[in-house]
């Protein structure tokens, strides 16, 4: 298996510009997780899906951000309008069941100036 | 709901010597616990886990952990680091049934001296 996919690997914009962040998790897994490094904060979960439904989105910074899941193979993380604070790694997880283990994709390193 | 605790930042071992990460949950019943690995630029990369069973978990690249009830701890060993076991390390807790999902801890930084 290819494992979790994610796109692209490195993304540079300008403040207020919208930013789509895709992933593509391991066929057969039935959660999906994005989550958000950076050091100040560490790991943070955002949001996560459970058989394409969005189960908890309580770790998603405001309103500007969003996440769906519409079908079982693809997910996307978007910021609208993104912010120089938004610059960190994002990274796409999936699992079997929720509470299984997650598998990570590479993430995303996203720099917004 | 549960929560993980790495005291430890950063901690620095020559190479060759053994190496103990500690971490400690809270959580009520028999958690799950993983520890997850992750080398610069990468993404986390499952080291070990434990659900059940035997308290000594094996893992990959030659660690082990150990499922302590009493203390609520799931420490990460390894008999002799090697240069390339320089990275973060990441110690989860999570439960069965489906209400929590895994809740990563902040991570403890290995610096190995050659």
């Known amino acids: 298996d290819a494992g979790v996919i994610q796109s692209p690997r490195h993304e540079v914009t300008e403040m207020g510009q919208e930013v789509t962040l895709r992933c593509k998790p391991i066929s057969g897994h039935n959660s999906l997780f994005w989550y958000r490094q950076t050091m100040m904060r560490g790991l943070e979960l955002l949001i996560y899906f459970n058989n394409n439904v969005p189960i908890d989105d309580s770790g998603m910074p405001e309103d500007r951000f969003s996440a769906k899941m519409p079908n079982a193979s693809f997910s996307t993380l978007k910021i609208q309008p993104s912010e120089p604070r938004d610059s960190a790694v994002y990274f796409c997880a999936s699992s079997l069941d929720q509470e299984d283990t997650q598998y990570f994709g590479p993430g995303t390193r996203l720099t917004v100036l | ?114």
């Open chain 2, 1 to 114: 709901a549960q929560s993980v605790t790495q005291p430890d930042i950063h901690i620095t071992v020559s190479e060759g010597a053994s190496l103990e990460l500690r971490c400690n949950y809270s959580y009520g019943a028999t958690p799950y616990l993983f520890w997850y690995v992750q080398s610069p630029g990468q993404g986390l990369q499952l080291l070990l886990k434990y659900f059940s069973g035997d308290t000594l978990v094996q893992g990959i690249k030659g660690f082990e952990a150990e499922f302590k009830r009493s203390q609520s701890s799931f420490n990460l060993r390894k008999p002799s680091v090697h240069w390339s076991d320089a990275a973060e390390y990441f110690c989860a807790v999570g439960a069965a049934g489906g209400s929590y999902i895994p809740t990563f801890g902040r991570g403890t930084s290995l610096i190995v001296h050659p």
